[in-house]
């Protein structure tokens, strides 16, 4: 069974937040996703698809790929058994919990457990109508 199934999205590490800000969405025009209120990180990136979770810190200080996992600390001790080098397991409260692990080459790359609760799915609304998301159907 794979460890990892797909790229949830790239994290950088920005000198000065807003700035990064600024370049992402009023330069390059990539939609703001979400961001944290404290200003620590701000998510851009089209509303599917792969985004840039630009984060405050030193370059060089945990940039990467990004890998979706239903549970970090379980995926990262198996990276650790089949010989790759990990790093450390971090909790951004609420949020997320990521565990770092290392290339060949010693390129970061994170394990991403979302702690957020997932949006409701919607179905496709037939023409001319909205439908509610299914749990609120009879």
């Given at each position: 069974?794979?460890?990892?199934?797909?790229?949830?999205?790239?994290?950088?590490?920005?000198?000065?937040?807003?700035?990064?800000?600024?370049?992402y969405?009023?330069?390059?025009?990539?939609?703001?996703?979400?961001?944290?209120?404290?200003?620590?990180?701000?998510?851009?990136?089209?509303?599917?698809?792969?985004?840039?979770?630009?984060?405050?810190?030193?370059?060089?200080?945990?940039?990467?790929?990004?890998?979706?996992?239903?549970?970090?600390?379980?995926?990262?001790?198996?990276?650790?058994?089949?010989?790759?080098?990990?790093?450390?397991?971090?909790?951004?409260?609420?949020?997320?919990?990521?565990?770092?692990?290392?290339?060949?080459?010693?390129?970061?790359?994170?394990l991403?457990?979302?702690?957020?609760?997932?949006?409701?799915?919607?179905?496709?609304?037939?023409?001319?109508?909205?439908?509610?998301?299914?749990?609120?159907?009879?």
């Amino acid at each position: 069974m794979p460890i990892v199934r797909k790229v949830q999205g790239v994290l950088c590490p920005v000198q000065d937040l807003a700035r990064a800000k600024a370049f992402y969405g009023d330069t390059l025009g990539l939609p703001l996703r979400r961001e944290d209120p404290e200003g620590r990180w701000a998510e851009f990136g089209p509303p599917r698809g792969l985004g840039i979770l630009l984060h405050q810190g030193a370059a060089g200080s945990g940039g990467g790929a990004m890998f979706p996992v239903r549970n970090a600390q379980r995926a990262l001790r198996r990276l650790k058994r089949l010989g790759v080098q990990v790093g450390d397991l971090v909790e951004v409260p609420g949020v997320m919990v990521i565990g770092t692990f290392y290339d060949p080459d010693g390129n970061p790359h994170h394990l991403v457990q979302p702690l957020l609760p997932k949006a409701p799915r919607r179905r496709r609304a037939p023409e001319g109508g909205e439908v509610a998301p299914p749990e609120a159907q009879p």
